[in-house]
């Protein structure tokens, strides 16, 4: 049981010991508060919905960082936990500064959308065209309106209330060109054009449309899709826990009986990305799967899939 004293641990000294220690995983900061690790998650939960302390994008193991606003640039010591692909996404956003979207290729577009931690998205429009940039994210509002306009020769830029107002050099045009900066994380956006979005939603089968409002109605956000066949859907999904974002290989199966063999290919996937895995089907488990689950739980786990 739980000592009395031990309950009157405040939030404040968990803040005390992230801000000495620097970002921290939660069973560090309950070691050092002398806490269980489900007290200590419930204190950060509520602090992170006062906005005390943040929680990182990036997992050590399977765990996220809680730290304090203020220590982002902190984060960097743990860029080791990161996958190769993303570590070279971060290694070319530091030296660079500012990355223009549509000029790199499909891995590394791919690699800085996962990095939020150091990648910020930043929305240039000309004209009618809008354009994606990224920021490397100690940059100020400022440094970032000289980006832009390095970018742009022959033209006087000022910058008023957030907009970088861009006007020609010659006399005889009065055209203005707008550029707003988009100084906040922006959600990942489909920029296909919106035929080819309807065209690619008409092709899904009843199936996968089927799983994603499933997914959508338990709050679990599609993170990367892997693959859609007309039985079958692959992604990296997400999920709030109280101990923070979770991040899973899901591997939905549309066939009455999931056997061993589903559960040991989905795992041996979502070992390929380090994840845990998830099988969702409409079936149930036959006997041989629910041996098999028994012994993997703790790396697969089945749900139900219920239309």
């Known amino acids: 049981m739980i000592e009395v004293e031990k309950l009157s641990v405040s939030k ?77 996404a971060f290694a070319l956003l530091r030296s660079a500064q500012f990355l223009e979207d549509s000029e790199q290729n499909p891995v590394m577009r791919v690699a800085l959308r ?85 065209r690619v939603r008409a092709q899904e089968s009843e199936f996968v449309i089927n799983v994603k409002d499933f997914l959508g109605a338990k709050d679990v956000e599609v993170v990367e899709v892997f693959a859609e066949r007309k039985k079958e859907f692959e992604a990296k999904v997400q999920i709030d826990t109280l101990f923070g974002k979770q991040i899973y290989y899901l591997f939905a199966k549309d066939k009455k009986n999931v056997s061993d063999n589903d559960l040991a290919v989905a795992l041996q996937k979502a070992q390929m990305e380090k994840l845990p895995a998830v099988v969702m089907s409409p079936g149930e488990l036959n006997k041989k799967g629910k041996m098999h689950l028994a012994q993997w739980g703790n790396l697969v786990k089945f749900e139900k899939l219920r239309f």
Not at 39 to 67: D, Q, T
Not at 156 to 165: H, P, R, T, Y
């Open 12 to 88: 404040e000294k968990i803040l005390s010991t992230i801000m000495s220690r620097g970002p921290s995983l939660p069973v560090q900061i309950a070691r050092e508060i002398n806490f269980s690790p489900l007290f200590a998650s419930a204190f950060l939960s509520e602090l992170k919905a006062e906005g005390k302390i943040k929680i990182s994008n990036m997992r050590v193991g399977s765990s996220p960082l809680y730290y304090l606003p203020g220590q982002e640039e902190q984060l960097e010591k743990f860029t080791a936990y990161l996958n190769q692909r993303e570590k070279e």
């Open 114 to 198: 996962a990095i939020k931690d150091f990648a910020v998205p930043v929305k240039v429009r000309i004209n009618s065209e809008s354009k994606l940039f990224w920021k490397y994210f100690p940059l100020s509002d400022s440094e970032v309106s000289q980006m832009v306009k390095s970018g742009f020769s022959g033209k006087k830029k000022i910058l008023d209330e957030g907009k970088v107002v861009e006007k020609p050099v010659v006399k005889e045009e009065k055209k203005e060109i707008e550029k707003e900066v988009e100084q906040k994380v922006l959600p990942q956006e489909d920029e296909r054009p919106l035929a080819e979005k309807k």
